[in-house]
T-cell receptor, first 117, second 116 residues
Framework: DARVTQTPRHKVTEMGQEVTMRCQPI?????VFWYRQTMMQGLELLAY????????DSGMPKDRFSAEMPDATLATLKIQPSEPRDSAVYFC???????????????FGQGTRLTVV | AQKITQTQPGMFVQEKEAVTLDCTYD???????LFWYKQPSSGEMIFLIY??????QNATEGRYSLNFQKARKSANLVISASQLGDSAMYFC?????????????FGRGTSLIVHP
């Protein structure tokens, strides 16, 4: 049963510390998304990759957030330094969608619940 | 830019009855897709149903159907014969267009509670 795997599931860290969240997309999927979910803002797109290339990270605070795909099986989202306002659930999703074809839906991981104290 | 609006923050339904969750959208793109996801209290996002803008018929998946009215820019989710396990947050999302791929934009969600 193919699924998107995110680690860690939960993370509590102190303000100022570096946080790295990892995502293993479904094998063969060419698109990866990072979303952040909070009660106030709902689901916000932070970044997305197609064929490992970053296509849009306009939703991501550039001064502290970075997203990479070192290879096709791993996507990372890093926060350095972390702040209490970064507390949220971070979702990774992968998909095959394109205008020309392929399954259009994005499959989500179970999320990383981040708490910055 | 795409925009998704879900005007119902919360909905209540009796078990075994049908319920409609509203979703309106706005886009200038001639080609787009609409999705519904379910998020139970456990937190995962579960894909339910998809409707493409050029699809002639409304999408159906088991007890889920999508009432797609293109002229009104609405894509309401209909759940027939509600079950207690349907209690969850429901998100409407739209597929945008960027670089030949898509960027799903999500609404704020509707909380559905199914009463026994």
């Amino acid at each position: 049963d193919a699924r998107v795997t995110q680690t860690p599931r939960h993370k509590v860290t102190e303000m100022g510390q570096e946080v790295t969240m990892r995502c293993q997309p479904i094998l063969g999927h060419n698109t990866v998304f990072w979303y952040r979910q909070t009660m106030m803002q709902g689901l916000e797109l932070l970044a997305y990759f197609r064929n490992r290339a970053p296509l849009d990270d306009s939703g991501m605070p550039k001064d502290r957030f970075s997203a990479e795909m070192p290879d096709a099986t791993l996507a990372t989202l890093k926060i350095q330094p972390s702040e209490p306002r970064d507390s949220a659930v971070y979702f990774c999703a992968s998909g095959l969608g394109s205008i020309t074809g392929g399954d259009p839906e994005a499959f989500f991981g179970q999320g990383t619940r981040l708490t910055v104290v | 830019a795409q925009k998704i609006t879900q005007t119902q923050p919360g909905m209540f339904v009796q078990e075994k009855e049908a319920v409609t969750l509203d979703c309106t959208y706005d886009t200038s793109d001639p080609s787009y897709g609409l999705f519904w996801y379910k998020q139970p209290s456990s937190g995962e996002m579960i894909f339910l149903i998809y409707q493409g803008s050029y699809d002639q018929q409304n999408a159906t998946e088991g007890r889920y159907s999508l009432n797609f009215q293109k002229a009104r820019k609405s894509a309401n989710l209909v759940i027939s014969a509600s079950q207690l396990g349907d209690s969850a947050m429901y998100f409407c999302a739209m597929r945008g267009v960027s670089g030949g791929s898509y960027i799903p934009t999500f609404g704020r969600g509707t909380s559905l509670i199914v009463h026994p």
